[in-house]
């Protein structure tokens, strides 16, 4: 027993974290010897076929007609704590360009956090070039840029770029949660849980994979349906088109080093977007940045509304820009939908930048700097409360009379069509002016008069009355029995 303490004793005080496992790095970027041509970079002016490599098969060429041009990648999060270092090589291959190497540092919810940046003097051969810095606090992702400006035509060919840092934080928390299961046997198991602990040098082991493995986080990450990349400074990313041809363009622009276009070779209407879902409970409104191009007739913003959550299916409605652009060659304008509350039941939408070109010929429009917010709410109640305003004090009741006379019942109809001669059909009732002459007498002033008294001598229309019959009657029999009496006693 005590031979195999001494054994586990000897084996803890052998093992111990290494400073190369401590110091360890990772390469952060896909892609960065250019052989699979421009996979994993996004930018303007980019061709993985202009330059000569300076190792390998594949370099990049960036190229630009003024003002910029530029390549770049994103590096997913979780980033981990300490240094990273940017170094790569690039040459001047035409003109007089002015290069410049940027890492800019965004949270979780996309705020740009800090930026480090430095000027790069190229040759006309391969040299290097080195930015080191450290991760600010709160930083969750990075985005590595390399970009061209130049008046004229110019262009840089740029091979070997890498980007060092330190592994992201451990998901290794969970393992270790269930490896607490171990201490149980406290005999053979330690040393076997503590050599596992010697297995953390596998994140050097497996940088590339992590690496690599972290880019389908962004392609994951896409179906939040947020809007992004209104300024087009990430290359297309975010966006998609419908017909036509959706480009990015360093001239002109709005703003920043790019700006979309849609191009149009068709006289189809054509339009770019994207798709975000909305609450019920906000307002939203689409701002936006359009130039018109040449052979173009009609530019504007549009926001289609959908009862599904991801966009699919026919829209409910749409809401368009208060105005459009028509005319090309006017500059950019700025165009808004104002603050808009989406029709009951939408739960996404689609922000489009409408294009109507002006037939088969080629046509274009530029845009730039656009977004989709929540907005504060329309105010259009006052409007609702004008319509049930009372009447003023001194209005009389007879003016309201004709309102109610006027009104159409939703029973049937009014008594006016109903008593319209030209409306009777003989064959089927008879005529109602007869009816109408019958009820005269009903309606007359003749029902308000008192009933005649029975006493009153009759009238020589009205004939002879009952109660004069029967003394008539009464009469004529007392004369013949007087008649009969007297005959009797003669």
């Known amino acids: 027993m005590s031979r195999l303490a001494v054994v586990l004793l000897c084996l803890l005080l052998a093992w111990h974290p290494s400073p190369a496992v401590a110091s360890a790095t990772l390469e952060l970027l896909q892609n960065g010897g250019f052989e699979q041509g421009t996979s994993g970079w996004s930018g303007l002016g980019l061709s993985a076929t202009g330059c000569d490599p300076n190792s390998g098969s594949g370099a990049l060429e960036i190229a630009t007609s003024g003002p910029s041009a530029f390549a770049q990648q994103n590096v997913p999060g979780p980033l981990g704590d300490g240094d990273y270092s940017l170094t790569g090589s690039l040459m001047v291959g035409s003109g007089s360009p002015d290069v410049e190497v940027t890492l800019t540092w965004f949270s979780g919810g996309g705020d740009q956090l800090d930026m480090d940046f430095e000027s790069v003097n190229a040759g006309d051969s391969y040299g290097s070039f080195g930015l080191n810095t450290s991760r600010p606090a709160g930083a969750e992702t990075l985005r590595v840029r390399i970009a061209v400006n130049a008046n004229d035509p110019a262009s840089v060919c740029l091979d070997d770029v890498s980007l060092d840092g330190p592994p992201p934080p451990p998901p290794t928390a969970v393992p270790t949660a269930t490896t607490q299961p171990s201490p149980t046997p406290t005999d053979t198991p330690l040393p076997s849980a503590t050599l596992k602990a010697t297995s953390t040098p596998k994140p050097t082991s497996t940088p590339k994979p992590t690496s690599t493995a972290k880019p389908t986080a962004t392609t994951a990450a896409a179906p939040t349906f947020s809007f992004i990349n209104g300024g087009f400074e990430q290359g297309l990313d975010g966006w998609s088109k419908y017909g036509g041809e959706l480009r990015l363009v360093g001239s002109p622009v709005y703003s920043g080093a790019a700006a979309g276009e849609l191009h149009s070779s068709t006289d189809s209407t054509k339009w770019a977007y994207q798709t975000v879902r909305v609450d019920l409970s906000q307002a939203y409104e689409f701002t936006g940045y359009v130039n018109g191009g040449p052979g173009m007739t009609r530019a504007y913003l549009r926001i289609s509304w959908y009862p599904s959550s991801d966009g699919s299916g026919p829209a409910i409605s749409t809401t368009d820009s208060t105005a ?5 060659g006017g500059g950019f304008v700025f165009l808004t939908t104002g603050a808009v509350t989406p029709p009951p039941g939408a739960y ?35 409007v609702t409360a004008t319509p049930v305003t009372p009447p003023a004090a001194g209005d009389d009741a007879d003016d309201e009379a004709p309102s109610f006379v006027a009104a159409p019942s939703a029973a049937g109809p009014s008594a006016e069509e109903e008593s319209d001669p030209d409306a009777w059909d003989p064959a089927l009732e008879p005529s109602p002016m007869a009816e109408v002459r019958s009820a ?13 008294p029975l006493t009153r001598p009759p009238s020589p229309d009205e004939g002879v009355p009952s109660v004069w019959l029967l003394a008539g009657a009464l009469f004529v029999a007392l004369l013949g029995g007087s008649y009969a009496l007297g005959r009797r006693r003669a």
């Open 324 to 328: 459009s652009v028509e005319s090309a």
């Open 348 to 382: 996404s939408a689609k922000p489009r930048v409408m294009f109507t070109p002006g037939g088969a010929s080629p046509a274009s429009i530029q845009f730039d700097d656009l977004s989709f917010a929540v907005a504060a709410p329309p105010t259009a109640t006052p």
């Open 440 to 452: 005269e007498p009903e309606s007359g002033p003749e029902e308000d008069e008192p009933a005649l």
